[in-house]
């Protein structure tokens, strides 16, 4: 009894092994899960013990079919999956290469953390008041697309240490507030007892605030291509900030790194980025990609009050009314739309083209995002009230 | 009365669902029994309306076990999910005790705040034992609520207590039967899912609906039943922005049976669609040449298959 029972053991740990390389986290719980769920499943047929195994592995509707392609290849002809795993064993190690640069990077970073711990508004003072032109200012103001690769890597360290203060919204839930409106009487009965009952010490409750979600959709395709690199580094330092950040790029079509940004290293969260995305600097399909994204995702991750960054230049060459239906119903499941546009740096930036003229009526705010200094003002932007000046509609009512 | 015992095996639990009148699939049957026998909290997870819920109390029915349930939304909070102590009465006792000169402030304390002020919400009164056996606790739409809630439900469900400050930690003798429900409008944390059995419960197919449709409308003609639930398959290969789940089948098949429709044709199609689509751009999109095209569509395929 006890070498068949082995047996199964080995076979479900290669077969957990191989949901892993696959792409599913099966940590080493599940693996005693499921041979807790075989034994008392007590199995009689393929369809049970596919779908026991199932009960256990998969914990996202996504990975079904991942599991279902593993379980037919494995259990089919398993020899050729053992060979699999074999030969991928070694690249599952950590290499040496990486290890280097990750850590001189954190050496640098090290280095110069000293030098920047204001926040962006004492910052912003100090760059007033001297009026001399430091290196420091020269980045604040060069646009990304005209910075050398030795500005660039400056830029990088200074976005990472831009400092997001928080943006709240208020929740449903209520917490202790000096200043609330609602007598919390469990804390008040609390204090009362403290004096045996004779006096009532009333002690109050305040809605409780909470920094809503971001969702930014990054435009990849080829006219952002200078910009793109510079922006994931935006947005892995606002989602270490930050818990509730959802990350999705398209080109011509919409991928969702959430998960490959939330990596602690910058240059691995990019690298996993890249990893993941078929279009790089390709073509835009603002409309289709949007389109997927209110379908497939806006119900799963616009909820609790989320701004959306939608980071695009706007010139989509096939602007039609899909577009315009698109991002009104964007606009209409957001809490607030903010669209960056790194062409607004130009001063005689008109609305001209198609797309930008159909996306500007459903946004909340537009706002440049072409150097350090742009990036700024956005943070800001994020932890308070909607900026009257980026504001489309007083815009059009200033011509009206 | 003496206990329901729990299904024996997967087969038997596929026959527990469909004695009360839930045609399930095995897949949901193999899990639900892995559930039931590991003491593991089913997470399910699916679109709105194709039945996680009803799961839930089918469950607590076909066992006779009682059913908690705590509906999600956000703002839930300590005191409308685990307990509140009845503030109320407690004001009154302490006034009763200051009329009757009793100034010992410890037991004052002490006797407020014992088991006769406390208001037990629905995680609390899960965990109390019941002459029925632990009862079934439904934690509806997780989703709703926010992450804070989420990791005080992971502590919940790990060790199956809770920590009353004033009166100690209450914990249940046997665990109660959770099941979990999400309509995915936020990805639930990986950590509570680890805990759980997952299961993603999908539209059904064409026949499943069919006997899903004859259970809970007994009275319907067998051709309406039949071009109902091929109509329903067809929507749902259409783009929409929201298919149809089985609750509309359900709501629409009733609404046609109480206008007395015995097939379907256009007019009646067109004039009732909105008990199917809930999306005024999904109504507009299936004009009347397209319906029509459609249920032409739907004939043609139920009359090959005769």
């Known amino acids: ?349 008109e609305a001209r083209a198609k797309g930008v003229q159909t996306i500007l009526p459903h946004v909340d705010e537009l706002r440049p995002i072409h150097n350090l200094e742009s990036m700024t003002d956005l943070v800001r932007a994020l932890s308070g009230a909607p900026a009257k000046s980026y504001d489309p509609k007083s815009m059009l009512r200033r011509v009206a | 009365m003496p206990l329901k015992p729990l299904p024996g095996s997967i087969d038997a639990t596929l026959d527990l669902l469909a004695k009360a009148d839930y045609v399930g699939d095995r897949s949901l049957a193999t899990v639900l029994y892995l559930a039931l026998k590991m003491g593991r909290p089913l997470f399910l997870e699916g679109e709105a309306g194709v039945g996680k819920t009803e799961i839930a109390k089918v469950l607590s029915q076909a066992l006779g076990r009682r059913l908690i349930r705590l509906q999600c939304y956000e703002g839930l909070d300590i005191s409308s999910a685990v307990y509140e102590w009845n503030y109320g009465a407690q004001m009154i006792a302490i006034r009763l005790a200051e009329a009757e000169r009793e100034g010992d402030r410890e037991r004052v304390e002490h006797d407020v705040f014992s088991g006769k002020f406390l208001i037990k919400r629905p995680l609390l009164q899960a965990l109390e034992p019941d002459t029925a056996g632990p009862p079934v606790l439904l934690i509806d739409e997780i989703d709703r609520t926010d992450e804070a809630f989420e990791a005080f439900l992971l502590e919940v469900l790990a060790d199956f207590q809770v920590t009353v400050p004033e009166l100690g930690t209450v914990k249940a003798d046997h665990p109660p039967i959770v099941v979990v429900t999400s309509n995915r409008t936020r990805e639930v944390h990986d950590a509570l899912k680890r805990r759980c059995l997952y299961h993603w419960v999908g539209y059904p197919n064409a026949e499943r609906e069919l006997k899903i449709l004859r259970a809970k409308v007994p009275g319907i003609p067998k051709k309406l039943s039949e071009q109902v639930v091929a109509f329903v398959q067809a929507l749902r290969k259409e783009d929409l922005f929201k298919s149809p789940g089985v609750a509309e089948t359900l709501d629409w098949a009733g609404a046609l049976t109480e206008l007395d429709v015995v097939a379907l044709d256009p007019a009646t199609v067109s004039d009732t669609l909105g008990v199917l689509l809930k999306y005024q751009d999904d109504i507009t999109r299936l004009d009347g040449t397209k319906v029509k095209a459609l249920l032409d569509e739907v004939k043609s395929d139920l009359r090959a298959a005769e």
């Not at chain 1, 990472?160 to 000096?178: F, G, M």
């Not at chain 1, 691995?268 to 279009?279: G, I, Q, T």
């Not at chain 1, 990609?289 to 991750?301: E, I, M, P, T, Y």
């Not at chain 1, 959306?308 to 119903?329: C, K, N």
Request: glycine share 6%; aromatic share 8%.
């Open chain 1, 1 to 349: 009894m006890a070498a068949p029972e082995g047996r199964l053991a080995e076979n479900i740990l290669y077969f957990a092994r191989a949901l892993r390389t696959a792409g599913i986290p099966v940590g080493p719980g599940a693996v005693l899960d499921a041979l807790e769920a075989l034994s008392v499943a007590r199995v009689g047929s393929r369809d049970d013990f596919y779908w026991t195994l199932h009960a256990v592995f998969v914990k996202r509707h996504e990975h079904t079919l991942l599991f279902d392609q593993a379980f037919q290849i494995f259990f089919r002809k398993r020899g050729y999956i053992e060979k699999l795993i074999a030969s991928m064993l070694p690249s599952t190690m950590p290499g040496p290469p990486k290890a280097a640069p990750a850590g001189a990077q954190r050496i640098q970073d090290a280095l110069f953390s000293g030098l920047d711990e204001r926040d962006p508004h004492k910052s912003e003072v100090e760059l007033d008041a001297r009026l001399t032109v430091s290196d420091r200012e020269v980045l604040q103001k060069k646009d990304f697309a005209q910075m050398t690769a030795a500005e660039i890597r400056a830029a990088k360290d200074a976005i990472a240490r831009l400092a997001l203060p928080l943006d709240e919204v208020r929740t449903r839930r209520l917490a202790p507030s000096r200043h609330g409106h609602l007598i919390d009487i469990r804390r008040t009965l609390r204090a009362s007892m403290k004096a045996g009952g004779a006096v009532i010490d009333l002690k109050y409750l305040g809605p409780r605030v909470k920094e809503p979600p971001i969702v930014a959709l990054l435009d990849i395709s080829g006219s952002m291509s200078e910009y793109t690199r510079l922006f994931l580094h935006f947005l892995h330092a606002v989602t270490d900030a930050r818990k509730r950040v959802t990350t999705f790029l398209f080109g011509t079509r919409l991928t969702n790194v959430s998960r490959a940004i939330r990596q602690r290293d910058p240059d691995e969260a990019l690298a996993a980025c890249s990893a993941n995305v078929a279009d790089w600097s390709g073509g835009t399909r603002i409309a289709s990609s949007l389109r997927a994204f209110n379908k497939q995702w806006a119900r799963r991750v616009l909820t609790q009050g989320a701004v959306v960054l939608l980071i695009t230049d706007g010139l989509e060459r096939d602007a039609d009314d899909t577009l315009a239906f698109e991002i009104d119903r964007l606009h209409r499941s957001c809490r607030r739309l903010i669209w960056l546009n790194p062409l607004l740096r130009f001063h005689g930036f």
